[in-house]
């Protein structure tokens, strides 16, 4: 029996050869995102990942139907897998905001889900960092964020080197639409004809600007100039001051396609220019109102990041973890008699919060050391006596003997000296 | 916009009083998981939440159908949001076994699904600890397993007089079932009786059981002996080696309802009798060879704790901790003329480790600090001039002016005194 395409399993490490998904690289990602995420003071929140079909055609109009895992569940509702997590934290929001102080900062780490015709090796499902702040209008809520999206990308080893944020503005576009005589109510296509520039030709975008009442050169020549407005200058001196100039640029080439943005919007870039974007975000002042039918209006601003680009940009740069079992201490049992002793043993050593395997059932020393070797442990334990066991380093090789009940002590400080050499 | 019935939304601390669920607590309880599967020396897995139906047909038959999120696909798949993570793993072990070591012993947190008739408050999701063992046939997998499950309870304050595993085995009922002169064809329909006996009238067992060929006494001294079978007592000395015998009592009025166990089988249950079952498991041999055609013949056996039980208990027993936001330290900020010079600070902090909150926007400090104290902050700290900053300890209400690039190294040891002591 087969999983369904587009669906990934996470089996545990060691992969086969060439395989990227093991649970324990998702699980390293998930424990960084978790930790920069608190360190910003941000806190956690999920909803569930079936939603009413009603909640994601409210923000994005019936032409998502078409990508969703969309059907009617047992009570003739109509559900929707998430294909993404602002309209749920939207929503939620909407529902509690008095509850709950000024700024609002949350996050999560949802699976989401699209249902793409598919293509080769594109994926229906993958996990997305989501952070936002409600309820701060400032640049400085912007300027947070991008901050601590670039704190979560060097804290898997990424630096200036390997991605830039590029930054941008619906605010700045607005205000060279208007000045430049357009018509309101084309600006929405005005900023699609944007958000396609770098990937249609020239002939065609001019095409284009001019159907809108604009010139190709007029355009071109105002991402060139780059001139930061009011609000992107205040994101750009918050971010210096936290000594994060390098990671940021102006670049009016980015709009973002959805229609909900409103003021500040960004996306961080390979450097090398190999992958699609690393992770994207912006001001979406309007969508809570939105999503409550009007009756709340609260400033909010996010980004998301997915783990798909970035394990594939993490493994293009050699920054992959090799992430073993993390396991610390291998029992060995040479004599069945002493089964008791040792599961006494390494019962005090796990509750000493050791993570310790062994022999379930009688096996041959020299395999059982081999196995020890094979799951990356640092040590080996065995009962010696019914008094002492012997410790082995398995870096050092040094063996020592000791009274049992000392053992989970002088490995404690063992790993102590070891941190603090 | 309201979430669908039986769904849960996962909101941060602080919640509206009577609330239980919320985003911290959730993220505790599973990092409390990861933490005793890993000293178990268990490794991470995860499947997709979405798989083709017949995975859960061919395991539990067509009648699971009605209870399930199953739907069509857009490319015309008959698909089911998973109930149980059984089927997943034992498909996941299938197809890899050759290429892990045995046993191999794996851990999962899935969300799991089911479509019930709505009674009131019943959820249709859950969150459930999923472990197993494949490729080990001798009791001490078992014992290993449940030794984890007394952990996994134990690591939440819970003790012997909140809970105990109740203990029986699939082989002792189908000894006594053959050694009286049952029919093997009536075998399942025996089992299923026995589950159900403590809920079920005496005159109806007794009809039930004489319809079998049996009689309620013969039954009931069968339970009453409580006698343990040699795998029984194997299990029983494992953890009586490793401390555990309080925790556990031989009870043959557990058999577990499902068709597929075939050794031990166990359910740990609040002492109290308040709650239904908190965890369950047993041995499933038969279900790799079920689940992949015949082609792979693997011995397994496991047990699912899930979220809902174990919260309503730690609350019952009022050992579910009040998580803050676990926010360390709040800059406050009076002069917004320090504000790059207090970023700079923030930024060394959080590239400290540290957790650290400030107002994005200005606000008065009186109303700073009382935020500081609402969020649980240790320590305040404060630019003093361009070299120096206050650092103070809420709890202690101790000031300390300090040059600011010494601030993490002194925070740092401050922290590690506290540990010490």
Known sequence: MERLPGFRD??????PDGEAWSANVRKHIFDVWHEIAESYA?????????????????K??????GQLYNFEDKGERAVSLRPEMTPTVARMVAARER?????????????????????????REHFQFNADIFGESDPAADAELIAMLIDLLRAFSLTAEDFVIRLSSRNAWQDFFNQNGGD???????????DKLERTAPEESEKKFQALGFTLEQVRNFIAAGEPTDELQAVLDNLTA???SEFVKIDYNVIRGLAYYTGVV?????????????AGGGRYDQLVSLVSGGKKNIPAAGF????????????DRKLLPRIEGNIEIYALLEDESKRPATLSMIQMLREGGWNVEYPLAPIKPDKQFRRALELGAEFTVRIEDDESAVLKNLNTKMEKKMPIEELAEHLLETICKNNLE
């Open 266 to 278: 960004y996306e961080a870039f390979d450097r090398h220019g190999k992958f699609r974007a690393i």
């Open 10 to 15: 996470f089996y545990p490490e060691p992969l």
């Open 184 to 194: 309101e109510s084309k600006a929405y296509d005005f900023y699609q004809a944007i």
């Open 304 to 315: 998301a990041m997915g783990d798909v680009v970035l394990l594939e940009l993490l493994k």
């Open 60 to 65: 994005s109009g019936q032409e998502i139907v």
């Open 99 to 123: 509850h709950y102080k000024k700024p609002i900062k949350w996050y999560s780490i949802p699976q989401l889900f699209r249902y793409e015709r598919q293509q080769k090796g594109r994926l």
């Open 42 to 58: 941000f806190q956690p929140y999920d909803g569930p990942p079936l939603e009413p079909l009603s909640l994601f055609t409210a």
């Open 242 to 244: 936290r000594g994060m």
